[in-house]
């Protein structure tokens, strides 16, 4: 459906609607999820065109991003104005936030922010610059460029807990209350950004994400917020170095589940890979996150080249076998059947799924790699073709995709493998 024309005071009256309804925003107030969800079984999926016509809106379009324009980055904490849009000295202060010789934030994006009336019920959606803000979401939905793509064509971004009812026949949601909201089309389902309430529960810090286009066409405030990512610190030990910078009239909020901080060990089984790789003292961070030994991470961690993934970031104990491996898998004719736009890391330190119970990812070591995550999620026999699996196993790594919760885009260091 091609947008209404807009007309005076519309735009007045929806961010009326929107500014009055921030209040409960600021609040911090999270629903628990429903159980009645988009069928994406978790997964980004796009969605049919409206009408069989165009999924964009040119009027409403801005420039699609290139594929996973910079690092992936994890959303820690929301800045919320009461008042508008942030001063731009607050942002910059913000970004440049240090205590005690220590650079506490990694990066803020502003974003535009407001809660919609929905069906009886209220959504955050925000108003977003697709490339940047896509730096902050899950592996899944970063790696899926049809998301991006309809999000900078003027459609909205739902996340995959918005309940089904919230959205129309054909796909079709009004993110506003007027009679005069447009009508937008969903073009694609997603996780988003999650506010974590517990290691087990979490509930969507924006329901739905729209460009600064449709923002602006909404009545959203402009740039009233910033994403923040404090990358290894947690965010509520600086949330009062952050309230001195934002003042009264803006509020701090943690996004990231906080967990005990007390210093522990990680020690892999194996003697071989553990003299290859060490082992490392770390204290708990955000989201599931670890904090491991920087003396460790400066003795193992490196950036180097390896062939058809390009630049990673990986533990020197491992990073031999992958770069052989990764080099027969070129010289057997199968270097197309691994999409470096598709490669989601190697050297992350975390617990498996974010939860302590799980125990320590492998990633935390740097010695596992996930590859092509689009097709092949957790829980699917995957699509990676089995001669890259079979090559990567002769290097020493065992598959995700012969456990019993499958996870095709995996393969970990199992054992030491050396070229020659």
């Known amino acids: 459906m091609p947008p209404r024309p807009q007309r005076r005071g519309r735009r007045a009256r929806a961010a009326a609607v929107l500014a009055a309804a921030l209040a409960a925003l600021v609040a911090g107030c999270t629903g628990e999820p429903s159980t009645q969800l988009q069928e994406t079984n978790g997964s980004p999926v796009a969605t049919p065109a409206p009408d069989g016509g165009s999924s964009g809106s040119g009027e409403y379009a801005v420039e699609a991003p290139d594929p996973q324009e910079g690092s992936a980055l994890t959303a820690d904490a929301l800045i919320l104005s009461e008042k508008g849009t942030l001063p731009e000295e607050v942002v910059e202060k913000v970004r440049g936030l240090r205590v005690k010789g220590q650079q506490i934030v990694e990066a803020a994006l502003p974003i535009?922010?407001?809660?919609?009336?929905?069906?009886?019920?209220t959504l955050t959606v925000a108003a977003v610059d697709p490339g940047e803000f896509r730096r902050f979401t899950p592996p899944e939905s970063r790696t899926a460029d049809f998301v991006w793509e309809r999000l900078a064509g003027g459609e909205a971004a739902v996340d995959v807990d918005v309940p089904k009812k919230l959205v129309g026949e054909g796909d079709m949601v009004t993110l506003g209350a007027t009679e005069d909201t447009p009508e937008l089309h969903v073009g694609a389902f997603a996780p988003l950004v999650d506010r974590r309430l517990t290691i087990e529960k979490s509930a969507p810090a924006f329901h739905a994400l729209v460009n600064d286009k449709r923002g602006e066409q909404l009545g959203i405030p402009h740039h009233n917020a910033l994403l923040v990512s404090t990358g290894i610190h947690v965010p509520s030990k600086y949330k009062k170095d952050f309230e001195r910078i934002i003042g009264k009239d803006a509020t701090f909020q943690a996004l990231a589940l906080e967990l005990d901080t007390g210093m522990q060990s990680a020690i892999l089984i194996g003697q071989n890979v553990s003299q290859a790789v060490g082992t490392f003292s770390y204290t708990n961070g955000p989201d599931g996150t670890i904090n491991p030994d920087p003396q460790w991470v400066k003795e193992y961690i490196r950036t180097e080249e390896v062939p058809i993934l390009g630049t990673v970031t990986c533990n020197k104990g491992y990073l031999p076998q992958l770069r052989a491996a990764l080099q027969e898998v070129v010289d057997s004719g199968l270097a197309d059947a691994i999409n470096p736009d598709e490669y989601a890391g190697c050297y992350y330190p975390r617990y498996i799924a974010r939860d302590p119970s799980n125990g320590l990812s492998l990633?935390?070591?740097?010695?596992?790699?996930?590859?092509?995550v689009p097709g092949n999620l957790r829980g699917t026999a995957g699509e990676i073709d089995r001669g890259v699996v079979r090559i990567m196993k002769k290097w020493g790594m065992d598959w995700g995709g012969d456990w019993n919760y499958t996870d095709p885009m995996h393969f970990e260091m199992s054992s030491v493998v050396r070229p020659g």
Not at 112 to 121: F, Q, T, Y
Not at 363 to 372: E, F, K, T, Y
């Open 112 to 121: 535009s922010v407001g809660v919609a009336s929905v069906n009886g019920k």
């Open 363 to 372: 990633h935390s070591w740097g010695i596992a790699v996930d590859i092509n």
